[in-house]
């Protein structure tokens, strides 16, 4: 994947107004990466000759887990995605701790080259800790250590809301419009190393891969019909939990609509994608519904390569889907496999000239 840098202009003295200035480009993004990038913009005007971290909280139990999202340095912000390789030095895992522990802002003092170590756990509007700053830089007057904390309140009170505009209300699962956004951003970063390296189609070797499931639970419409809507829900709640407990912290899972959910994994291979589906076919499966007992679950499963639109890819995945459920249920099947073996013809891309518009 290509480095996306961004080079900070001149050092200079960030002023209350110009904090105020930052907050509304901030909060004119719906998109949590475009925010971060904002917010590691913002807080580097405080100071060019400094350090920021930003770390996403992975899970809290049985251990801290962090995730780096977002660094600045030497005038460049990368994001945590193009960053191949990072670990917390010792010194700073303990300061990090340490400031979880207490929960508040710590400091060490002249820690580095006379430059003070910062460390803001950041909360969410549950009082659960979602993010934390880690600020290497000479030392900070008291008034740009109120005006950073404020600013770090508002982004996470700002990413509480978005986020719960980006759920489905009865499972808690990422919506449909939040899908389409994230099949866009990882097919927009394609064809952005695709335009880099100036051979399309092909894959670079370090590029990530990205697998789409569309997931149907399998004759729902009888729970429906036989114990009614509130039972039904409570089936899609379980649903949901066990997608949470199988897939991994940083999938991507999402409710589609009514019975169907949608997950975006990331695997280097087709067997990897393959075991993770597998595994959560056979925990549904497996797993005793409440009134209902045994249910299972089919999976339409479609690599995220270089599609037209999030449509085309979820298309795919539907169409992989639907061949799972016509021959025999709880079962999951691969788009290209069934391509490649004709059991479905891909659709005819459109020749230059034959496109209507409406």
Same mark, same amino acid.
């Given at each position: 994947?290509?480095?996306?840098?961004?080079?900070?202009?001149?050092?200079?003295?960030?002023?209350?107004?110009?904090?105020?200035?930052?907050?509304?480009?901030?909060?004119?993004?719906?998109?949590?990466?475009?925010?971060?990038? %904002?917010?590691?913009?913002?807080? #580097?005007?405080? !100071?060019?000759?400094? $350090? &920021?971290?930003?770390?996403? /909280?992975?899970?809290? +139990?049985?251990?801290?887990?962090?995730?780096?999202?977002?660094?600045?340095?030497?005038?460049?912000?990368?994001?945590? %995605?193009?960053?191949?390789?990072? #670990?917390?030095? !010792?010194?700073?895992? $303990? &300061?990090?701790?340490?400031? /979880?522990?207490?929960? +508040?802002?710590?400091?060490?003092?002249?820690?580095?080259?006379?430059?003070?170590?910062?460390?803001?756990?950041?909360?969410?509007?549950?009082?659960?800790?979602?993010?934390?700053?880690?600020?290497?830089?000479?030392?900070?007057?008291?008034?740009?250590?109120?005006?950073?904390?404020?600013?770090?309140?508002?982004?996470?009170?700002?990413?509480?809301?978005?986020?719960?505009?980006?759920?489905?209300?009865?499972?808690?699962?990422?919506?449909?419009?939040?899908?389409?956004?994230?099949?866009?951003?990882?097919?927009?970063?394609?064809?952005?190393?695709?335009?880099?390296?100036?051979?399309?189609?092909?894959?670079?070797?370090?590029?990530?891969?990205?697998?789409?499931?569309?997931?149907?639970?399998?004759?729902?419409?009888?729970?429906?019909?036989?114990?009614?809507?509130?039972?039904?829900?409570?089936?899609?709640?379980?649903?949901?939990?066990?997608?949470?407990?199988?897939?991994?912290?940083?999938?991507?899972?999402?409710?589609?609509?009514?019975?169907?959910?949608?997950?975006?994994?990331?695997?280097?291979?087709?067997?990897?994608?393959?075991?993770?589906?597998?595994?959560?076919?056979?925990?549904?499966?497996?797993?005793?519904?409440?009134?209902?007992?045994?249910?299972?679950?089919?999976?339409?499963?479609?690599?995220?390569?270089?599609?037209?639109?999030?449509?085309?890819?979820?298309?795919?995945?539907?169409?992989?889907?639907?061949?799972?459920?016509?021959?025999?249920?709880?079962?999951?099947?691969?788009?290209?496999?069934?391509?490649?073996?004709?059991?479905?013809?891909?659709?005819?891309?459109?020749?230059?000239?034959?496109?209507?518009?409406?």
């Amino acid at each position: 994947m290509t480095s996306q840098t961004l080079n900070i202009s001149a050092p200079r003295r960030c002023s209350t107004i110009q904090v105020i200035d930052s907050l509304a480009e901030i909060t004119r993004y719906l998109d949590k990466e475009l925010i971060e990038h %904002s917010l590691l913009t913002t807080l #580097s005007e405080f !100071e060019r000759d400094q $350090e &920021l971290r930003l770390y996403k /909280v992975v899970r809290h +139990e049985p251990n801290l887990e962090l995730a780096l999202v977002g660094q600045y340095h030497q005038g460049i912000i990368v994001h945590g %995605s193009e960053i191949s390789c990072h #670990s917390i030095e !010792e010194g700073l895992a $303990e &300061l990090i701790e340490r400031s /979880v522990a207490m929960g +508040e802002m710590v400091v060490v003092p002249d820690a580095v080259d006379g430059k003070s170590v910062y460390v803001h756990p950041i909360y969410d509007q549950e009082g659960e800790m979602c993010s934390l700053l880690v600020q290497i830089c000479p030392p900070l007057q008291s008034e740009d250590e109120r005006l950073i904390g404020g600013l770090l309140r508002i982004y996470a009170n700002y990413l509480s809301l978005l986020d719960l505009s980006q759920r489905d209300k009865l499972t808690s699962l990422l919506n449909r419009d939040r899908l389409h956004t994230k099949v866009m951003q990882i097919l927009s970063r394609q064809r952005l190393s695709d335009s880099s390296q100036h051979q399309p189609r092909r894959r670079r070797h370090d590029e990530q891969r990205f697998w789409l499931a569309v997931i149907d639970i399998d004759h729902f419409k009888q729970v429906n019909d036989a114990y009614g809507h509130l039972i039904g829900d409570e089936i899609l709640i379980v649903f949901a939990r066990l997608m949470h407990e199988v897939f991994r912290n940083d999938d991507l899972l999402f409710r589609y609509g009514g019975e169907e959910f949608v997950v975006i994994i990331r695997a280097d291979d087709k067997d990897n994608a393959r075991c993770a589906f597998e595994r959560f076919r056979t925990r549904v499966a497996e797993h005793e519904f409440p009134t209902v007992g045994s249910m299972t679950a089919s999976l339409g499963v479609v690599e995220i390569d270089r599609q037209e639109s999030p449509a085309d890819v979820i298309d795919e995945a539907d169409r992989a889907l639907y061949w799972a459920k016509e021959h025999g249920r709880n079962r999951l099947a691969f788009y290209q496999d069934l391509v490649d073996a004709g059991d479905i013809v891909p659709k005819a891309m459109p020749i230059a000239g034959e496109i209507n518009l409406f």
